[in-house]
């Protein structure tokens, strides 16, 4: 019904910078909130940042002054914007967003990316 795919996962050195997108597809109605989402081997997914429908954004402290997440609805794309990359970002980084979709009915459904691989070197 709805696909997410994230881009723009990669290596780069510490205090680099990277860019990573993600695009949804689909018979979408309308897209709540997005937001990206990390895991790191053996740990628990955390939130990294997320964006309403309006603008607001929330961001975890740990990446705050650092990344910037934004959107751009008409291409129906949700970004974050890494800069000051350090060791403790690397993760599998996934794109979440909350989607009204036409398919029949009108459903609302949590829908999550496959992910994308980020890795900081030291």
């Known amino acids: 019904q709805v696909q997410l795919v994230e881009s723009g996962g990669g290596l780069v050195q510490a205090g680099g910078s990277l860019r990573l997108s993600c695009a949804a597809s689909?018979?979408?109605?309308?897209?709540?909130?997005m937001g990206w989402y990390r895991q790191a081997p053996g740990k628990q997914r955390e939130l990294v940042a997320n964006i309403s429908s309006g603008g607001s954004t929330l961001y975890a402290d740990s990446v705050k002054g650092r990344f910037t997440v934004s959107r751009d609805n008409a291409k129906n794309t949700v970004y974050l914007q890494m800069t000051t990359l350090k060791p403790e970002d690397t993760a599998v980084y996934y794109c979440?967003?909350?989607?009204?979709?036409?398919?029949?009915?009108?459903?609302?459904?949590?829908?999550w990316g496959q992910g994308t691989l980020v890795t900081v070197s030291s």
């Open positions: 689909g018979s979408i109605f309308s897209i709540n909130t």
């Open positions: 979440n967003a909350g989607i009204w979709v036409v398919v029949g009915p009108v459903r609302y459904l949590e829908v």
